[in-house]
C-alpha cells in the first residue's frame, strides 16, 4: 500500500471507529476476587464489509452473531488483545475526532497495567484501575455514579434514559 493510500485506509478506519465503534475498560467483579479490568474496542454493523477491512489491517476477531427479532445478523470486529489494542489505537490515533481521549486512556491503562495472566491485581492497583474504569465510562457518557448493580434476565445493566430536552 502505498503512503496516501494507507493514509486514506487509516482515515476510514478511524472514521468507522468513531461512528460505529466503542473503546471502552471492562469490569469483572466476582465474589471472592478483586475485581478484574481489561480494555476492549470493537465496532458492529450490518456490512461485513467495514469488518473485514478492520481485521485485515490490525487483526483481533470477527464474528457474525445470530439475528435477533427477525432482523439482519451483526458483523462484529473485536480488538481485546493487549498487542492488537496497541497496534490498532496507535494507528488510528491521528485520525480519531470522537474517541480520541478514550483511545488516550486506554493506551495510558495498558501501559500502566501491564497483562498479569493468572495473577489478581494488588489491592493498591484496585482503586487506581477504578479511577480509569470512572473515568472511561464518563468519556463514554455513561450516567454517573458508575454501578455494578443488575437486573433483567441477561444481567444486562440498568437503563437511564435523559430527557431530551433543547
Known amino acids: 500500500m502505498q503512503d496516501n493510500s494507507k493514509e486514506v485506509e487509516l482515515s ?35 456490512d461485513q464489509k467495514p469488518i473485514m477491512r478492520l ?17 439482519r445478523p451483526m458483523y462484529r470486529w473485536l480488538g481485546s488483545n493487549r498487542e ?5 489505537l496507535n494507528l488510528l490515533m491521528p485520525y480519531l475526532d470522537v474517541k480520541k481521549e478514550q483511545a488516550i486512556l486506554a493506551l495510558q491503562f495498558i501501559e500502566k497495567f501491564p497483562a498479569r495472566r493468572g495473577h489478581w491485581a494488588p489491592t493498591g492497583q484496585i ?24 437486573t433483567g434476565k441477561r444481567g444486562r445493566s440498568k437503563s437511564v434514559r435523559l430527557d431530551a430536552t433543547v
Do not use: Q
Open 55 to 71: 481485521y485485515n489491517a490490525f487483526g483481533g476477531t470477527w464474528l457474525l452473531e445470530k439475528p435477533y427479532h427477525h432482523k
Open 127 to 150: 482503586d487506581e484501575k477504578l479511577e480509569y474504569w470512572v473515568k472511561m465510562r464518563e468519556l463514554n457518557g455513561l450516567a454517573m455514579p458508575a454501578t455494578t448493580e443488575r
Open 84 to 88: 492488537v489494542l496497541v497496534y490498532t
Open 12 to 46: 476510514y478506519l478511524a472514521g468507522i471507529m468513531d461512528g460505529e465503534g466503542a473503546i471502552f475498560i471492562t469490569r469483572d467483579v466476582y465474589a471472592s476476587k478483586n475485581p478484574v479490568y481489561r480494555c476492549e474496542t470493537r465496532v458492529g454493523m450490518i
